[in-house]
Structures are given as structure tokens and as C-alpha cells.
Nanobody
Framework: QVRLVESGGGLVQAGGSLRISCVLS????????MEWYRQAVGEGRKLVAR???????TYADAVKGRFTAARDSAESTPYLQMSSLTPEDTAVYYC??????????????????WGQGTQVTVSA
């Protein structure tokens, strides 16, 4: 069974940095795209960043210039590097993957998957 788990997040002071990695397990996985969403208390879930398999990135206006989506060179794990954090960035952050699972029979199962979320809290 394919699983997506966020690692990182936590508590940081305003101006600080955090990284959220999205770790997939449980299959022979190809990542077509990885997205990061966030949901603050009392608000809906909002797209923060998107990273495609080709390396293209898009960002919400609220995080442009402060957040960077990329894949680490060692494991090709997608991550969101967040810098110059403000209290307005406080939210639960979710990874959302558009993936392909290569089946034992050679077939491909395409689907999207959500992580369980990780809390990011930025203190003033």
C-alpha cells in the first residue's frame, strides 16, 4: 500500500526557516507532481506550491520569494523549504502527490494521494 508522509514542520520564531519533506513508500513510485497545501484554523485548504517531475514550480502569491519547492539530490524526495516565516504561515501543511505506481504485472496505476499533515507554528 502506497503511503505519503510529511516530515518536518514544527515551531519556529518569526523570520526562521523550516523544511517539509514528502516521503512516499510502499510501491514502485513515479512522482508526476507534488503539491503542498496548508490549512489554517477556520480556513479552507489552500495550495501553496507545486513541483512537477520536470522541475517546474508554481507558488501562491503569499509565499513567492520565501518558499522553494525542490527534490533533494540524494533520494529525490520532494521538499518545501520555507524561509522568512511569519505568524501568518501558521497552519497544518499537507503533501499531495500525483503519482504512478508501477504494478508487478507492468501496468501503471495513476492516482493522487494525501499525507496526514504536519503542523507549522510561527511565533511572533
Amino acid at each position: 500500500q502506497v503511503r505519503l508522509v510529511e516530515s518536518g514542520g514544527g515551531l519556529v520564531q518569526a523570520g526562521g526557516s523550516l523544511r517539509i519533506s514528502c516521503v512516499l513508500s510502499g510501491g514502485r513510485i513515479r512522482i508526476n507532481a507534488m503539491e503542498w497545501y496548508r490549512q489554517a484554523v477556520g480556513e479552507g485548504r489552500k495550495l501553496v506550491a507545486r513541483l512537477t517531475s520536470g522541475g517546474a514550480t508554481t507558488y501562491a502569491d503569499a509565499v513567492k520569494g520565501r518558499f522553494t519547492a525542490a527534490r533533494d539530490s540524494a533520494e529525490s524526495t520532494p521538499y518545501l523549504q520555507m524561509s522568512s516565516l511569519t505568524p501568518e504561515d501558521t497552519a497544518v501543511y499537507y503533501c499531495h502527490g500525483e503519482i504512478e505506481d508501477i504494478l508487478p504485472n507492468g501496468g501503471i496505476d495513476e492516482f493522487d494521494i494525501w499525507g496526514q499533515g504536519t503542523q507549522v507554528t510561527v511565533s511572533a
